[in-house]
């Protein structure tokens, strides 16, 4: 039986899906240069339709790495950063797990060979 994953949990696994696509990522990175963009400014710098723009924000959207907001007739995208962010602390914590289990095995490894004294030579 699997465990439901926490509401933390699920946002990363929305990040890293939304992330996944190199679109998406692209997006990503033009408004963080920007600030600021509409999808059809978007789509001029893309080799997709604003439709297929549109698409690729709602997915950041639902992952929490962009929002939009309407001015006049245009809806206005902007990155937020804080579910990066916090995906960035699950992936320190993750590192910092995977480094103290390796100094772990390093120790043990250390201490099996010291307490097994000198090869013998061939």
């Known amino acids: 039986m699997t465990e439901e994953p926490s509401g933390a949990a699920r946002a990363v696994d929305s990040v890293l899906g939304a992330l996944a696509d190199p679109t998406r990522r692209h997006l990503l990175d033009l408004l963080a ?26 997915v950041l959207d639902a992952a929490g790495l962009v929002s939009g907001r309407r001015a006049g007739r245009e809806v206005r995208y902007a990155v937020r950063p804080a579910a990066l962010d916090a995906t960035a602390q699950w992936m320190a914590s993750l590192a910092a797990d995977w480094d103290r289990r390796l100094a772990h095995i390093r120790r043990v490894a250390e201490a099996a060979e010291r307490d097994a004294g000198p090869t013998p030579p061939d």
């Not at 999808?39 to 710098?45: D, F, I, K, Q, S």
């Open 33 to 58: 240069a920007r600030g600021e963009a509409t999808a059809t400014t978007l789509a001029e710098r893309l080799p997709v339709s604003r439709q297929a723009v549109v698409k690729h924000l709602a």
